[in-house]
């Protein structure tokens, strides 16, 4: 009785450590002015891009001339552009990177989660890939696909033969785009899961164990319930970065061989910074949010809600 | 080996518990052998292309792409030469990263550190309407900010060209500004002044303390962990950001590192290890950070999801 009673003091005062001094003009004051530095770059930066945006798309527009409302004239020039819609093709393709990093990552932390002597330094080392710049990290994978690169050398002692650069190849340059993808974000996404898989804790897989389940079996009923809340937000957010794919390509193909890896976001950046036709890029730019967001939904559903209940 | 399996050998109905021991033993030590070799093949496909790029970078000489272990001569050639050989000078891209990264961290965490202080810890009208209009933005996409920013950085003439001090102060201005505003950062700095208890507060309210005071002297040292946690997370996002300085810097003299090594590659292209060399220098700072952070910075991400 006593100890639910001092947690209940206890959770009084969190409330009212919530709520704070008394509520005066002045005390008002203060908190505005605390936030004012805050909220002005906010607003000029994050809510008046996603107005003004959303504007700019039903409009013709340099910035030299003042915007001129033309409708839905954008959208349909863009329903006739034959590359807006392989761009739009591409970024849907590159969702398959999505289910391969979730299970190459949930892979990787369940390793990593091993009580091994030593799993500190690879937990780390896994990370470097993710703290490194798409600048530095495109550089050097355009320079590992050369021709007589290291990727060759790994192909050849497969037993297969690549002619030139993947990246200069238009049925493989997209594939091999995704994998820098893939290997940058790996240790990104496996911190996610460790600190999911160790929310979950050890006592329930040793339970299902003590019960004589197999390890399979462990992992299928306890501990992928378990991670569906983090799966959520791992897929989530990889399908939404994927749909709006765009350094990796900016540094290793600028969109080509042959636009194959022409995606929807880079068809946005160059209407927009090489023709300057902002309000046909916004509108493009429109779309893609859309999608990300019908996509955000959908993978909603499939983890339904994220709960951990299955 | 041979020796344990020929002593479990023993004439015995059941295995003892020192065989069913031995036999786990020997059971976890395959698994682990297993695991480490799985750990290194992963660790190798993460890191030999930083280390193929460092190696290659020191060499002078042989097939410069070709796949390799070990280095075939070691010189500094390529590092003098990433230094000099270039029109705007290499030295000038770390100085100018090395503002921005500064000017980027210290607004950001300044910023986030003020603006959470009310939403954690005071009462107003309107607070959680922000607080939930703040968290809104963050799930909201953004996919016309590049290009609505770029118009908003000329017209606030942040690009306009009069003196050369003002021009870059300016410049340097238009690549940290639209970064400042974090909504991540916000929403940990909340949380972590959450914790703080509210006696501490309300006593030195009672002592007449001003709220900035209160900010600086009890809300800043008990969030410490979370607000290094953040600015090492910052520092990363800043050193590492290219895009958006590419897209809108007109001088390139101004650019960060990571976007004037796009520019090296470019016009650099008879000498790709000088360019290697300029990639080891833009990657080390990052890894130096990473390596001392890495505690922090771990619980900077899990805090941004779990949040």
Redesign the interface.
């Known amino acids: 009785m006593t100890t639910t009673k001092r947690r209940e003091s206890r959770r009084a ?2 409330v ?8 005066t003009v002045r ?2 004051l ?3 002015a ?2 004012l ?3 002005i ?2 607003v ?7 107005f ?3 504007y ?2 039903f409009t013709k527009y340099n ?1 030299i001339s003042p915007p001129e409302w033309v409708g839905l004239e954008n959208f349909r020039t863009l329903a006739a552009d034959s590359q807006f819609w392989a761009g739009l093709r591409n970024s849907l393709k590159y969702i398959l990177v999505v289910p391969v990093i979730q299970l190459l990552s949930i892979a ?1 932390a369940m ?2 989660n ?1 009580p ?1 002597r030593g ?1 500190g330094f ?1 937990r ?6 993710v ?6 990290v495109g ?3 355009t ?2 696909y ?5 990727v060759s ?2 192909l050849r002692f497969l037993g297969l033969e690549a002619r030139g650069s993947l990246l200069n190849n238009p049925v493989t340059a997209l594939y091999a785009v995704m994998f820098v993808t893939l ?1 940058k974000g ?3 996404y496996m ?2 899961y460790l ?1 999911g898989l160790q929310a979950i804790g050890r006592e329930l897989e040793e339970a299902a164990v003590i019960d004589g389940a197999t390890r399979w079996q462990v992992f299928v009923n306890v501990t992928l319930p378990g991670l569906r809340p983090t799966i959520l ?1 791992c897929s989530l957010l990889s399908t ?1 970065s994927a749909i ?1 794919v ?2 990796e390509i ?2 290793m193909t600028q969109g080509g061989p042959a636009g194959s890896t022409y995606t929807a ?1 880079f068809f ?2 160059s209407r ?2 090489v023709d300057f036709q ?1 309000g046909l ?2 509108a493009a ?2 779309i ?2 859309v999608i ?2 019908v996509f955000g939904f959908i993978n909603f559903k499939l983890t339904r809600g994220g709960k951990a209940d299955a | 080996m041979l020796e344990r399996a020929a002593s479990s050998q023993r004439p015995a109905a059941s295995p003892t518990l020192s065989e069913i021991k031995a036999r786990r033993r020997r059971k976890n030590l395959l698994w ?1 052998a297993l ?2 070799t ?2 290194v093949v ?2 190798l ?6 280390y ?2 460092l190696i ?1 970078s020191l060499e002078t000489t042989g ?1 410069i ?3 390799k272990l070990l280095p075939k001569d070691v010189s500094l050639r390529n590092y003098f030469e990433v230094f000099q050989g270039t029109t705007v000078p290499f030295w000038r891209l770390i100085v100018n990263s090395l503002i921005i990264c500064t000017l980027g961290v210290t607004l950001t965490v300044t ?2 550190s ?2 959470a ?9 309107g ?1 959680d309407l ?1 607080f939930y209009a ?1 968290l809104v ?1 963050m799930v ?13 950085t ?1 017209k606030l003439g942040l690009l306009q060209q009069t003196n050369p001090v003002l021009d870059a102060a300016r410049q340097y201005a238009a690549v940290v ?2 970064g ?2 974090s ?1 991540v950062g ?1 929403f940990l700095l909340r949380q972590a002044y ?1 914790g ?4 501490l ?1 309300e006593a030195a ?1 009672i002592d007449g303390a001003k ?1 900035l005071t209160i ?1 600086r002297r009890i809300m800043l040292p008990l969030a410490l962990p979370t607000i290094v946690a953040f600015s090492i997370l910052e520092f ?1 996002a800043y ?5 958006w300085a590419r ?1 809108m810097l007109p001088d390139k003299e101004l650019m960060p590192l ?2 004037g ?2 520019e090296l ?1 470019g016009t650099f292209s008879t000498n ?1 290890r000088a ?2 060399a300029g ?1 080891v220098i ?2 080390l700072p ?2 130096v950070i ?2 001392f952070g ?1 505690r922090y ?2 619980k900077g ?2 805090g941004a ?2 949040g």
């Open positions: 005062q969190h009212r450590g919530a709520q704070g001094a008394r509520v005390n008002t203060i908190a505005y605390f936030m530095p805050f909220l770059l906010l000029l930066y994050h809510t008046w891009p996603v003004f945006g959303t700019l798309a910035i990787v390793l990593v091993r091994l799993i690879f780390t080392a896994y990370y470097v890939p703290v490194t710049s798409f600048a530095v550089l050097i994978w320079w590992m050369q021709q007589d690169g290291p050398a790994v290997w790996i240790g990104y911190v996610l600190a937000v939404i709006k765009f350094e900016y540094v976001l946005t950046y927009a910074f902002y890029a916004a730019g429109l893609i949010a990300s967001i | 682990n695991a480490y799985v750990l992963i660790a496909i993460l890191l030999y292309p930083f193929w790029t290659t097939s792409y070709e796949a910023l986030a003020l603006a202080y009310p939403l954690a810890k005071m009462r107003f009208p607070r922000i703040i933005l909201l996409p953004n996919e016309a900010g590049l290009i609505v920013n770029y118009i908003t000329i500004l639209p400042v505003a909504i916000l959450l703080v208890p509210i006696e507060i309210r709220e900010w990363v050193w590492n950001s290219f895009l897209i990571s976007a090594l796009l590659s790709s360019v290697m990639a833009t990657v990052i890894l990473f390596a890495q910075f771990m991400i899990e999801v779990k």
